[in-house]
């Protein structure tokens, strides 16, 4: 029990240090925040969002758009590509990238979007688990880290073993990995977002091509 509680606040330490998407804040829940999204068709549409659960907001944006917005273009709301919220929290959906969401048999559709936190040739992820039909009901939030070639790892399984996972993943940049497997200071577990901030752009430089964007 005492080593899940210091697991469980490894991974709220270092989920804090997220950049691109800020942390799901449940304290906001029900209140409103300017925001917009992309629609299939690649529109932008500016408005507010009502902060829901973080499940929820997986399903669908809980927007309002602005009435200029609502003159000029038609929208369908089951086909998001993207949205981000004040806050800085991103979302972006599985059916229009080639993020994968984790296997959930209560989610109702095969459409997740996934609350981004940090993205590019490695994104971060985290994803909420809710199930109000068991007891004690189940609210767990899981962070993952997608690779280029589109393999999903639970963050929660590098606490141990850290060095070698993640020198693995990254062993296209030696020198990288090198500073990994070496334990160089801040490129441990607590460093995870550096690391994959400097990966990514290492790889961006080598692969000018690559999209999380489904071609």
């Not at 697991?7 to 409103?32: E, H, M, P």
């Not at 902060?51 to 602005?66: K, L, S």
């Not at 497997?181 to 901030?197: C, H, P, Q, S, T």
């Not at 400097?198 to 999380?212: A, D, L, R």
């Amino acid at each position: 029990m005492k080593k899940l509680l210091v697991f469980t606040f490894l991974l709220i330490v270092l989920n804090s240090n997220a950049q691109d998407g800020g942390k799901y804040d449940g304290t906001l829940r029900g209140q409103i925040f300017r925001g917009f999204l992309i629609d299939d068709k690649g529109d932008t549409v500016k408005g507010t969002f009502k902060i829901g659960t973080q499940y929820y907001m997986q399903d669908y944006p809980a927007i309002t758009p602005d009435k200029e917005e609502l003159k000029n273009k038609n929208f369908n709301y089951k086909n998001v590509k993207y949205y981000e919220i004040e806050k800085n929290t991103k979302w972006f959906s599985t059916v229009f990238t080639n993020l994968k969401a984790p296997g959930d048999k209560r989610r109702m559709t095969i459409e997740s979007l996934l609350h981004v936190l940090e993205f590019g040739p490695i994104t971060i992820f985290d994803y909420n688990f809710y199930d109000d039909k068991v007891t004690p009901v189940k609210d767990e939030v899981k962070t993952y880290m997608q690779l280029p070639n589109g393999e999903v790892v639970d963050v929660s399984s590098m606490l141990l073993g850290f060095k070698k996972a993640m020198s693995g993943y990254v062993k296209d940049y030696p020198e990288l990995a090198t500073k990994i497997a070496n334990k160089e200071k801040g490129y441990g577990f607590m460093g995870l977002y550096d690391i994959v901030r400097e990966y990514n752009k290492w790889y961006m430089e080598k692969h000018p091509e690559f999209t999380i964007l489904k071609k």
